[in-house]
């Protein structure tokens, strides 16, 4: 069973930082690739950052370009988000989701892991 | 960016009903590179169709995906109790965006 979990939500200072992890299972994680798509609470769905199966590839929405950092262990299938500078609009449940088509970086996702809660409040 | 807009935000429904969920896109949609979602509270999204038109693993054949371009629809043939929550369309076909999201609540 393909299963993703996040770890590493909390809460945060305006300006301060947090790094999101995401440990996989179930499947040959170097060859997907991976997103990271958030929801602020009550709202919709946004994509955050993807990152190729390798690594060598990196992806991010405008409004966290240069703030946060996606990044991928292969040899311990895991997923990360490192996020700096962080402000109130990032306050969101930030889910890590499976690429399916091992052909593209952006992709249909399935599965989704639960999610972890990011509150950058002071 | 592409712009997904879907309409209407709410839909009240029966179960047994017929239901028709847009989606359309401020720009034509890269090789039908469309997905649709399903949310419900406090849960993860699940996929439910994928290319457009191509059914995700285990979803029941009551949901159905069509569209190509910028017009794309989902439906769901007869409405489950279990089929009430929010809806959401997603482009892959360049950097991924999502829809507003279309809740589908009982009447």
């Known amino acids: 069973e393909v299963k993703l979990l996040e770890s590493g939500g909390g809460l945060v200072q305006p300006g301060g930082s947090l790094r999101l992890s995401c440990a996989a299972s179930?499947?040959?994680?170097?060859?997907?690739?991976m997103s990271w798509v958030r929801q602020a609470p009550g709202k919709g769905l946004q994509w955050v950052s993807a990152?190729?199966?390798?690594?060598?590839?990196?992806y991010y929405a405008d409004s966290v370009k240069g703030r946060f950092t996606i990044s991928r262990d292969n040899s311990e299938n895991t997923l990360y988000l490192q996020m700096n500078s962080l402000r109130a609009e990032d306050t969101a449940v930030y889910y890590c989701?499976?690429?399916?088509?091992?052909?593209?970086?952006?992709?249909?996702?399935?599965?989704w892991g639960q999610g972890t809660l990011v509150t950058v409040s002071s | 960016e592409i712009v997904l807009t879907q309409s209407p935000g709410t839909l009240s429904l029966s179960p047994g009903e017929r239901v028709t969920l847009s989606c359309r896109a401020s720009q034509s949609v890269s090789s039908s590179y469309l997905a649709w979602y399903q949310q419900k509270p406090g849960q993860a999204p699940r996929v439910l169709i994928y290319?457009?038109?191509s059914r995700a693993t285990g979803i029941p054949d009551r949901f159905s995906g069509s569209g190509s371009g910028t017009d794309f629809t989902l439906t769901i043939s007869r409405l489950e109790p279990e089929d009430f929550a929010v809806y959401y369309c997603?482009?892959?076909?360049?950097?991924?965006?999502f829809g507003g999201g279309t809740k589908v609540e009982i009447k």
């Open positions: 997603q482009q892959y076909g360049s950097s991924p965006t």
């Open positions: 989701a499976k690429g399916v088509m091992t052909t593209r970086t952006y992709n249909w996702f399935d599965p």
């Open positions: 179930g499947f040959t994680f170097s060859s997907y690739a």
């Open positions: 290319g457009a038109s």
């Open positions: 990152i190729s199966a390798s690594g060598g590839g990196t």
